[in-house]
């Protein structure tokens, strides 16, 4: 979950196009912070651990509801959207047909816990399906989880990115260089998901990943969250940046980090 941590608070400053769309940025500067994204990765990794891997469908939603109104109330002024802002709060939550990119950028966890694609594929659906039912929503939140269970198994790019083609539809056959300059706030699963992997394709380390992301400008801190996710799982994350990612986050949520990687050794 390094990568995706690390994704959403580098890219946190240079929201809304705030940024010069380019790659030379400070990663850190005073303002950078965590956001929705960090919390609700942290939320969908507790909850994926608290269900187990062999859990069933309903007890895995059960768990991810619980956890993402537990952390979303705790940490309620974050950047959530309106829609989840209520579902926060409401006495029976229900999923309300988003496919916003919120349901990729919390889905990390899904793409490392699992033995097989197959079983990757289902826990991405059920922690999306919870809020984001509607197809796109669905779509993205298996591309990201995919894209980091094919990386973390050592497939070479091309194959992830054939496989993530046949399987979503997704055209990750422009360049960055061609996107950027068009490129703009969408924070939409089928607006913002290519683009992430497309920024992890042409990156050559993590931190690249991540550059690549935020150069593109828009939705920066989900966009590098989701880039950096799968960035993490093809490339690790350089020590130096998970002291920083760690330096960042309250200790609730370092207890979290820690059962996620003594989980995913297991």
Not at 18 to 30: A, N, V
Not at 55 to 79: F, I, Q, T
Request: charged share 25%; aromatic share 10%; glycine share 10%.
């Amino acid at each position: 979950m390094y990568g995706a941590i690390l994704g959403d608070i580098i890219g946190s400053p240079y929201e809304f196009d705030r940024g010069e769309k380019t790659k030379d940025f400070p990663l850190f500067p005073p303002h950078a912070r965590f956001t929705d994204d960090t919390v609700m990765t942290i939320a969908v990794a507790e909850a994926l651990i608290s269900a187990g891997a062999g859990a069933s469908e309903e007890n895995v939603k059960m768990d991810v509801v619980r956890l993402m109104r537990h952390w979303g109330r705790r940490y309620p002024r974050v950047g959530y959207g309106g829609m989840f802002r209520q579902w926060l709060v409401m006495e029976h939550p229900q999923p309300y047909g988003s496919f916003g990119n919120g349901s990729a950028m919390r889905v990390a966890a899904a793409g490392w816990l699992y033995d097989t694609l197959a079983r990757t594929r289902e826990a991405a659906r059920q922690t999306a399906v919870v809020t984001h039912n509607h197809a796109e929503g669905i779509k993205g939140a298996e591309a990201t989880a995919s894209a980091i269970f094919l990386s973390r198994g050592g497939k070479p790019k091309e194959e992830i990115k054939e496989y993530i083609v046949r399987e979503f539809g997704y055209d990750l056959l422009r360049t960055l260089d061609e996107i950027r300059p068009f490129y703009s706030m969408d924070a939409t699963c089928q607006g913002s998901v290519p683009e992430a992997i497309i920024s992890f394709l042409e990156s050559t380390d993590f931190e690249d990943a991540v550059r690549n992301a935020v150069s593109l400008g828009g939705d920066t801190d989900t966009v590098a969250c989701i880039s950096g996710s799968i960035a993490e799982a093809f490339y690790g994350v350089p020590e130096a940046l998970k002291a920083e990612c760690r330096r960042r986050l309250p200790q609730e949520m370092l207890a979290v980090f820690d059962a996620f990687d003594e989980a995913r050794q297991r």
